[in-house]
């Protein structure tokens, strides 16, 4: 797990869980880099958080950084296409009130993720709102 330090300082939820022999602690910071060599990258619902300069520069330093053979998987909701009703719409108006963040379309994700050197492989829906996208190295 990767957070800022202050965010890690204090892993109580890790701890309650009886899973911190299985997993590690790290601060830093995702903006500048990312730990070397995962075999994938699990980032759960960040880059709505976020505006496109900073996203990208997420999804580059993962690129960057993974093993090979590796995977980025991105959990995010999807902007559909169209006028119908759709949970990500109120998301959106919510991550542009926070910062400059945004629910993204799927071809905004594949634009996203080319710029960061990524090849968008599999987006696959799941029974909540959020859909699972996966990328390799472009």
């Not at 965010?7 to 601060?27: F, H, K, M, S, Y």
């Not at 690129?63 to 109120?90: C, F, R, T, W, Y």
Request: proline content about 6%; aromatic content about 4%; glycine content about 6%.
């Amino acid at each position: 797990m990767l957070d800022l330090p202050q965010v890690v300082a204090d892993a109580p939820a890790l701890d309650e869980a009886q899973v911190t022999d299985r997993c590690q602690v790290i601060g830093g910071d995702m903006l500048a880099s990312v730990p070397a060599d995962a075999d994938a990258y699990l980032i759960k619902r960040v880059l709505m958080d976020w505006g496109n300069n900073d996203a990208t520069a997420l999804l580059r330093n993962c690129a960057a950084a993974m093993a090979k053979e590796g995977k980025v998987i991105v959990v995010e909701m999807l902007m559909p296409a169209g006028n119908d009703p759709s949970q990500a719409k109120p998301f959106d108006i919510l991550m542009l009130l926070n910062q400059s963040g945004r629910i993204r379309t799927e071809a905004e994700f594949r634009e996203l993720f080319a710029a960061a050197g990524l090849r968008l492989t599999r987006i696959i829906p799941t029974a909540s709102p959020n859909s699972i996208l996966e990328g390799i190295r472009a």
